[in-house]
């Protein structure tokens, strides 16, 4: 018996950036695209009525025609939009959101987009106390806090 695998994924992204500074306000942004493509295919060959010669095993050898069969393909195909926000108010206080959606093939034409999203806060307090002798024993620190959903897809078939 004889196996041939082959699996290839293929990645096409871009994506855009901006960020900038409005006074005490800042703005770090990003939005984006993927297309991932993934293929898996499985050749099997089985010599029939056994080999025309000994110790010589290769498919090309089998009495009978081989068996040739294909017990697994799969073809996958998903298609994503995303973005990312972070603002930021005086180098202190950030409020980071996220969002992204995928369409893929391995879902009903007619329910195949699914979304998930985050939301994220974080709190730098050692900016408060920049002048402070506090800070030359704690340099930095900081609080978070964050949610997130995330989704996924099932494989073909």
Request: aromatic content about 16%; hydrophobic content about 35%; overall charge negative.
């Amino acid at each position: 018996m004889m196996y041939q695998d082959v699996t290839r994924e293929m990645n096409y992204e871009t994506n855009f950036t901006y960020k900038r500074t409005f006074g005490d306000f800042s703005v770090d942004a990003l939005v984006g695209g993927n297309i991932r493509k993934n293929l898996y295919d499985r050749l099997q060959a089985t010599a029939q009525g056994g080999l025309s010669g000994p110790n010589f095993f290769d498919i090309s050898a089998s009495v009978a025609r081989p068996l040739i069969e294909r017990p697994d393909y799969e073809r996958q195909n998903v298609r994503s939009l995303y973005g990312r926000a972070s603002l930021g108010y005086k180098n202190f206080f950030y409020l980071d959101v996220t969002g992204r959606n995928d369409w893929s093939s391995s879902l009903p034409v007619d329910n195949n987009s699914f979304f998930y999203k985050s939301i994220g806060s974080s709190f730098v307090f050692t900016e408060l106390f920049k002048d402070n002798p506090f800070t030359q024993v704690l340099t930095s620190g900081k609080l978070r806090g964050s949610w997130a959903e995330v989704g996924d897809d099932p494989d073909p078939f």
